[in-house]
């Protein structure tokens, strides 16, 4: 399902809803939530919806969903560092319940088979948030990623290493990530995919548009029962 909003605003507004009325619903939800500049509005106006209305993110699970390997997670421009700085500590979130990727482990297999355990243990996230590269990733499942993969490391595409400075105050060797597999964002109750913005509208069409495929690795969530896209005008102008 696609929502078009017709303002980044309008985006972040409902996006900000749908997650703080899955924790008004169920305060121990588990969620996986997205680092990256298209989410910023949305935590902030999670964070500010669950102060005016007292919704209590003290039992909720947080999923990481993707990191840089070789980035401290108190570096800033870390998915870790973003998450934290504009959602666990605003919303008081337990450290014991974020089990979050650390691309500095020395064992990144074992680091996988860590959140692969956890996801196992919980049984099933009940939503996910993602964002979309220009390339079509969601996470750090890149184009040609394994439709059927759990948490696994990945080399990064040319375009997600060189994007992926803006991020980062100092320049930075950004070679490999650590993410969810597509099996594992699948398997999740509710997807959903924001974009905003002129750049995103030629990867927002071929996501659409053409084939299902590891092509472009967004697509496979236009399978999901639960997957939404909500995009901006911009976003959707080449729909
Ligand atoms: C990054 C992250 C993704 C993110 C995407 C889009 O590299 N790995 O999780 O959703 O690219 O980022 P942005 O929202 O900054 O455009």
């Known amino acids: 399902m696609v929502s078009i909003f017709n303002t980044y605003e309008e985006l972040s507004d409902f996006a900000a809803r749908q997650i703080v009325s899955t924790v008004q619903q169920n305060p121990t ?3 996986c939530l997205a ?14 919806l669950a102060n005016e209305n007292n919704i209590n993110f003290l039992d909720v699970i947080f999923i990481g969903l993707d ?20 959602i666990f500590t605003p919303l008081s979130i337990n450290k014991e319940h974020i089990f979050f990727f650390n ?3 020395t064992d990144l297999v074992k680091e996988c088979k860590q959140i692969d355990a956890i996801i196992n243990a919980i049984g099933t996230i009940n939503l996910v948030l993602v964002g ?27 375009v997600t290493t060189k994007i992926g400075q803006k991020y980062f105050k100092e320049e930075k060797s950004l070679t490999q990530g650590i993410s969810l597999g597509i099996a594992q964002i699948m398997a999740s109750d509710k997807v959903l995919l924001i974009a905003n913005g002129i ?10 548009k053409e084939n299902i495929s590891n092509a472009v690795p967004a697509s496979f969530l236009r399978n999901h029962p639960n997957g939404i896209i909500l995009l901006d005008k911009e976003a959707a102008s080449e729909l």
């Open 29 to 31: 939800a588990v969620l």
């Open 103 to 105: 691309g500095m482990a």
């Open 199 to 208: 750049k995103k509208a030629d990867i927002i069409r071929k996501t659409m």
């Open 67 to 86: 990191e840089w390997i070789g980035i401290e997670p108190a570096t800033e421009g870390s998915c870790y560092h973003f998450l934290n700085e504009i």
């Open 132 to 158: 979309i590269g220009i390339n079509g990733h969601i996470g750090f499942n890149e184009p040609g990623t394994d439709p059927q993969s759990n948490a696994h490391v990945v080399t990064l595409d040319a």
């Open 35 to 48: 680092a990256g500049d298209t989410p910023h509005l949305t935590y902030q106006k999670v964070v500010a």
